[in-house]
């Protein structure tokens, strides 16, 4: 018997995340058990973060080329514009980083956690023809790591360690399908504010909670909550379905524009994309 028709014609949007959450469980066990027969190392996983970013690592290295073909909304369009001195948070392998123009890019740094990334990151960098304009920093995007990273990279002149930037040093920061997984994001997000220079732009691609109050879909929100419950923050390297992300943007501070618009909205895993630009 064929499935009922609204069954059959979700079926695709409400299960393709099924599947990723699947592949990265297999990742995951496929890590834990390289890390107890081939590093004999198990008490390394106390280091629970090191390991869920080296987790994530695989994920990202099997699939991250696939899952950058087509990117939400217009973000290739706006990356291809981004110019100056540039952050762009959770680079990860560099799959997009092509996408950029380097003739229009002063510098760029690359706030990448997952060592295992870095090397795939840097190859891409340099046929993207970045050269030495591209650094790569071994941080997240928190404050509390990536301020002590931008101070050793020597961009960053602020007193002591954890400090925050007094003023903005960068032109533009690209937070692409990165926000989902930070942790405190409402700080690390003030955090990045903070590091924009005034009339400044943050470029933005960022999966989001489901607006289901207004043009999304309940059922969406719902699988969503039982993706949750089923472990995709633990096994998606910290990643959240359910991230209030376009608030916490909104709330980080003065904004001269604000313009995000939603993609694939009744989706399990609807985006919000556009530009913002920090008040001048
Ligand atoms: C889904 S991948 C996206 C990679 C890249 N931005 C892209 O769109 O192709 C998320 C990336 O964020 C990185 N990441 C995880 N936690 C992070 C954090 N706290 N700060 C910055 N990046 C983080 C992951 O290691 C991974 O490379």
């Known amino acids: 018997m064929p499935p009922p028709a609204w069954l059959a014609n979700n079926m695709p949007t409400l299960l393709r995340p099924g599947l990723l959450l699947v592949t990265a469980i297999y990742h995951f066990i496929m890590t834990l058990l390289e890390v107890i027969f081939i590093d004999r190392n198990p008490k390394s996983l106390f280091a629970f973060t090191k390991f869920r970013h080296r987790a994530f690592a695989r994920l990202w290295t099997y699939n991250g080329a696939a899952m950058s073909l087509q990117m939400a909304g217009s973000c290739f369009e706006m990356m291809q514009k981004t110019s100056g001195i540039v952050l762009d948070i959770g680079p990860g392998s560099g799959e997009l980083v092509g996408?950029?123009?380097?003739?229009?890019?002063?510098?760029?740094?690359?706030?990448?956690?997952?060592?295992?990334?870095?090397?795939?990151?840097?190859?891409?960098?340099?046929?993207?023809?970045?050269?030495d304009k591209y650094h790569a920093l071994l941080c997240g995007a928190e404050p509390e790591s990536l301020i002590p990273a931008l101070h050793k990279s020597g961009i960053l002149t602020v007193s002591g360690t954890g400090g925050t930037a007094e003023s903005g040093i960068f032109d533009e920061i690209c937070c692409l399908r990165v926000l989902c997984g930070v942790p405190h994001p409402k700080e690390t997000i003030k955090g990045l504010y903070a590091l924009l220079k005034p009339g400044g732009r943050m470029l933005i691609c960022e999966h989001v909670v489901n607006p289901w109050r207004e043009e999304g879909s309940v059922k969406a929100r719902i699988m969503q909550a039982v993706f949750t419950v089923l472990g995709w923050p633990f096994f998606m390297g910290g990643c959240s379905l359910q991230r209030h992300t376009l608030e916490f943007l909104r709330e980080a501070g003065e904004w001269e524009?604000?313009?995000?618009?939603y993609a694939v909205e009744k989706d399990v895993v609807p985006f919000v994309v556009g530009e913002l630009i920090k008040k001048l």
């Open 99 to 131: 996408r950029f123009d380097s003739s229009k890019i002063t510098a760029i740094y690359g706030a990448e956690p997952a060592v295992d990334l870095h090397p795939g990151l840097l190859e891409k960098a340099q046929k993207a023809g970045f050269g």
């Open 257 to 261: 524009k604000f313009e995000l618009e």
